[in-house]
């Protein structure tokens, strides 16, 4: 690097630790969630839901609750479902293969919380009272509630799917492998079998849809990471054109994938809104949302993997199956595959394959949740652990004869998957640096020997993010420099919490050359907004950055020309311009300003010679020119189990990561805190339970049980930055937090348990988890024992 | 069932409402008053988001009715700014350690760190830890949060400033 572009890049603002531009109004309360927006005349809508897994519907009485002061609707599916025109995700594209999805349930229930009549009246605690007073026959079907049996079962979620099969997905036949598996010398396998949980966004969904029958136009507020997502399927839903449909977003409260896509209640409201002279407001409460906003990670599969006589892998393959639950929304097939693309993660793996298979069950449908293969993780990373001991070696010293080196890149794992630009061996040896691994292993003997049962666990893996798909594989700015030579960005945004306003700004305030101060970020508004994806896939970074240098470089262009004009009609290759200020290279004493150009650009038009163009207002659009940009980390975390409880405490957590070059550190490093955070959930706490008859059992925050500050251990990171081939070198940190962390912490767990021979297959590691699998080990050993003894005494006797 | 009267005072602002007896106080705040700062987020008394001040002390506005709240004094997140929009000590310092990324939790965490530094200006990190296990966060881990209500009492403790506003101004009176 050159010693002018250092002295550049400390006056870049990307890699500061900015503030954040969102934070001032979200600590005064005054942000704009969907429930803080109110519309004259608005009313009100309450969902009546299945309270039973599977059932035919015989009958709807309404009659009672339409009486009921205040209520000015009870809807049914007769009133909404004829009203589908289209239906069909952006993220998909018309022609993918989809799933069922009515609004509201039709003639049989699938799932206990599936929404059968909507109310409309004044007020929510009205609609509330009426949703008691319809009344629904229901004629109880046996339920498909394990979707592990699923196949095998005579019962059917939908009729249109024989053996409730979604689909199937995979590589090339497991049976080229038994060759390689017959002649191994150590052969591990281990069937996982990981809990249904989810994303859980504080804010719970939501949505207001307000008709305007006059002109047909549509306006909606709702909780999103997509709003033209949500436009576009309006459109489509109601055949009316796309510009009719305007979605506004301003703050959400966290979606994780969970918002990415509109669902079942929005259809409702989108389609009741055109039945109702009057806005129509709905708020998810935290009952419904553990009901039917959705489930994810539910999921078995079976890994293995051959052993050379070194340790180093021959082959691995999973034989996997997932839980699409009765409406998964997108089809679960298109991103399932990647758990199994993705198993052979960031190790030299010569050969191996991957099968899986999609059930229906009549439980609540599969949506996104923030690196949604992540499956492939726990499967490979807990195995690896699993083939250590059984192998006699090190776990780390597993990992390290056979984790891909920096000079074996780029590469195609056995998979087809093409890695480039990721550094998981550096990354591992950070982490471990970090912890000191050697000291922990003597800690861990001491301790041992005193009774205390410490472990250590580690996680790495590789993370395709901003991949290409024809929804999100480019990204729109529009940059306005405004008379007075105030700066708007406009993108398409769908932030929910991760701060694309100040990477925006950031962005901008850079790739123009002014200062951050003099720029604003609108976002959320479909009317004025390029058109974009929004959050999700871990792109905003990478595609937002993108698409701002690209229009950022234009309109600098024609800032320079409009500023060597201005400064005597030297050269544009002699203007040099930095913070708003434009002056000649060498003369640094004739200064323009942005305002000054502007106002030449916007009022004094006639003074332009014809060549250069007025007004200072540029769009563009960022192609890809990647099919994804690589990402990768370890998570390392140690532990101790209280063997006579089974509780599990964390005593060190930590993540190295290789986003590439950071936008903002903050926006980063809190971006891998939480998504830890939430992969701990789910390792050790969070589970959507249901009941052998499909009943959920965990619809209050006092059972679905979320880290809180007491469990989290502080997270301690490291960094690695290695460019990627995309826009600024950035690749995506969304999701990845969230994938590194379960495989790390149960393969803690297991570590400290290993003196017992426990042997982890089920999670959540909860402490009545762990104490059973303490006592089925006892038991074993006892068996194991007995048996030993009894041949030794048979030995004797003969 | 009839509405009753009730008299209160929010953010410093005499109300006078007649309100239906089941009318929670989250709601009474946020359609009656239009103080959208007050958030629910489970609406069963666990995740915190909705906390508020009742006579200066933090409490869940999803658990409380309105007409329980007759005569006090509330304080909302609107209510500890400045008027000149000066951030108030606890709220400074959720910004400056990222203690909030998608602002949604936030209004209950500051409330309700707000109400902890009063009654413990000098926490242990086991305190705070136990302090904030009573709001859920899904966007930060807790770390940016933990290391902001850490900060916030250093910086209560050299300036020798009370973590609200009112108390603040009680002091000077």
């Known amino acids: 690097m050159s010693g002018s572009q250092q002295a550049t890049d400390t006056d870049r603002y990307a890699g500061r630790r900015v503030k954040r531009v969102e934070d001032a109004r979200l600590l005064t309360g005054r942000g704009t969630f969907v429930d803080d927006v109110v519309r004259p005349g608005m009313l009100h809508v309450n969902f009546v ?3 039973i897994a599977r059932a035919r519907i015989t009958g709807i009485d309404i009659s009672e609750a339409l009486a009921l002061d205040g209520v000015y609707a009870v809807l049914t599916a007769a009133d909404i479902n004829p009203y589908v025109h289209e239906q069909w995700f952006s993220l998909e594209g018309r022609h993918a293969p989809d799933t069922p999805r009515p609004p509201l349930a039709e003639g049989e229930v699938r799932h206990v919380g599936d929404p059968v009549a909507m109310i409309i009246a004044q007020d929510r605690y009205v609609a509330e009272d009426a949703a008691e007073l319809v009344i629904v026959d229901y004629d109880p079907l046996p339920p498909v509630v394990d979707y592990a049996t699923a196949f095998d079962s005579s ?101 994780f994938g969970q918002k990415v896509l509109p669902l079942r209640e929005d259809m409702c409201l989108m389609i009741a809104a055109t039945k109702v002279p009057a806005p129509l407001k709905w708020i998810e409460d935290r009952q419904e949302h553990l009901l039917a906003a959705g489930q994810a990670r539910h999921e078995h599969g079976e890994a293995r993997m051959a052993f050379d006589d070194d340790g180093r892998i021959l082959a691995a393959t999973i034989d996997h199956v997932q839980d699409a639950g009765a409406y998964p929304s997108p089809n679960p097939v298109g991103s399932g595959i990647a758990v199994g693309l993705i198993f052979p993660g960031p190790y030299r793996i010569p050969e191996g394959t991957f099968n899986s298979r999609f059930a229906f069950s009549n439980t609540s449908g599969r949506v996104a949740y923030r690196g949604p293969w992540q499956f492939e993780s726990v499967a490979r990373e ?27 890149l780029p590469t195609a794992n056995c998979n087809g998957m093409p890695y480039s630009d990721i550094t998981p061996l550096e990354t591992f040896e950070q982490a471990l640096e970090i912890l000191d691994y050697d000291a922990f ?62 990477t925006v700004i950031q962005l901008t305030a850079d790739a123009l050359g002014v200062d951050i101060a003099d720029v604003s970020s609108i976002q959320g508004d479909t009317a004025v907004t390029p058109f974009g994806g929004g959050t999700g896939g871990s792109r905003s970074g990478p595609m937002t950055a993108g698409a701002v240098n690209q229009t950022a470089t234009e309109l600098r262009g ?54 250069l163009s007025v007004g200072l207002e540029v769009s563009g659009r960022f192609r890809a020119q990647h099919l994804m940009l690589w990402a990768n980390a370890t998570h390392v975390c140690t532990c101790e189990v209280d063997i006579v409880t089974g509780e599990v405490k964390l005593l ?12 903002n550190p903050n926006v980063v490093e809190g971006q891998i805190f939480g998504g830890t955070v939430q992969g701990i959930g789910g390792a050790l706490y969070e589970e959507l339970a249901y009941d052998d008859a499909g009943n959920p059992v965990t619809t209050t925050f006092m059972d679905y049980l979320l880290p809180t500050a007491a469990e989290v251990p502080t997270i301690e990171l490291g960094h690695v930055e290695t460019p990627s081939i995309g826009p600024g070198g950035y690749k995506g940190v969304g999701e990845g937090g969230a994938i590194g962390a379960p495989p790390a912490v149960i393969n803690a767990v297991a570590d400290a348990l290993a003196p017992f021979g426990v042997r982890i297959s089920r999670l959540p590691l909860t402490p009545a988890t762990i104490v059973n699998l303490l006592e089925e080990a006892a038991q074993r050993g006892a068996a194991g024992a007995a048996a030993a003894a009894g041949a030794a005494r048979t030995a004797v006797a003969g | ?48 988001a ?56 936030t209004p209950g965490f500051v409330v309700s760190v707000t109400a902890f530094l009063e009654e413990n200006p000098k926490p242990t990190d086991d305190e705070i830890r136990d302090a904030l296990s009573g709001n859920l966060c899904r966007c930060t881990g807790y770390q940016g949060i933990i290391n902001a209500v850490r900060a916030a009492a250093e910086a209560l403790a050299e300036s020798g400033g009370s973590a609200s506003r009112d108390a603040t101004a009680k002091e000077t009176e």
């Open chain 1, 49 to 51: 839901r299945s309270p």
């Open chain 1, 155 to 255: 019962e059917l979620v939908h009729e249109a799917y024989p053996g409730n099969l979604v689909g199937q997905i995979g590589g090339r036949p497991m049976a080229d492998l038994a060759p390689t598996f017959d002649n191994a010398p150590h052969v591990v396998s281990e069937t996982y079998h990981q809990q249904a949980y989810c994303a859980m966004p504080m804010e719970t969904r939501g949505i207001v849809t307000e008709w305007s029958p006059s002109d047909g136009t549509m306006t909606i507020w709702t909780a999103t990471q997509s709003p033209h997502e949500v436009r576009g399927f309006c459109a489509r839903l109601l055949a009316i054109p796309e510009h009719s449909v305007r979605v506004v977003m301003r703050d959400t409260g966290g979606g």
């Open chain 1, 382 to 408: 807990c195995l690896l652990d699993v083939a250590a001991r059984q192998i006699g070696i090190d776990p780390v010293e597993l990992r390290r004869k056979n984790m891909l080196r920096r000079d074996e």
């Open chain 1, 441 to 502: 292993r003597r800690e861990q003997e001491q301790a041992r020997a005193a009774g205390r049962y410490i472990g250590v666990g580690t996680c790495t893996y590789v993370e395709p993010t901003a991949g290409a798909s024809a929804l999100y594989g480019t990204e729109g700015a529009t940059i306005r420099v405004e008379p007075s030579g105030k700066v708007n960005v406009y993108v398409a945004g769908g932030s929910c919490g991760n701060s694309l306003e100040t």
């Open chain 1, 558 to 611: 024609r800032i320079l020309a409009l500023a060597a004009h201005l400064l005597g009609g030297v050269p544009v290759d002699e203007v040099e311009f930095t913070r708003g200020v434009a002056s000649v290279k060498g003369s640094p004493e004739k200064q323009v300003t942005l305002a000054e150009i502007a106002d030449t650009a916007y009022f004094k038009s006639g003074s332009l010679p014809a060549e």
């Open chain 1, 652 to 663: 060190r957590y930590i993540v190295s990561e290789d986003c590439g070059p950071m936008i």
């Open chain 2, 1 to 48: 069932m009839t509405d009753v009267d009730i008299q209160v005072r929010v953010n410093g602002i005499a109300r006078r409402a007649s309100v239906p007896p089941r009318l929670i106080l989250a709601d009474f705040l946020r359609v009656n008053c239009g103080l959208t700062g007050t958030h629910l987020g489970c609406e069963h008394g666990v995740c915190g």
């Open chain 2, 50 to 105: 909705c906390s508020v001040l009742l006579d200066g002390e933090a409490v869940r506005a999803c658990l409380i009715f309105a007409v329980q709240a007759d005569g006090a004094e509330i304080t909302t997140v609107e209510g500890l700014a400045e008027p000149d929009g000066e951030l108030s000590v606890v709220q400074a310092a959720f910004r400056d350690h990222h203690g909030l990324q998608c602002g949604f939790c």
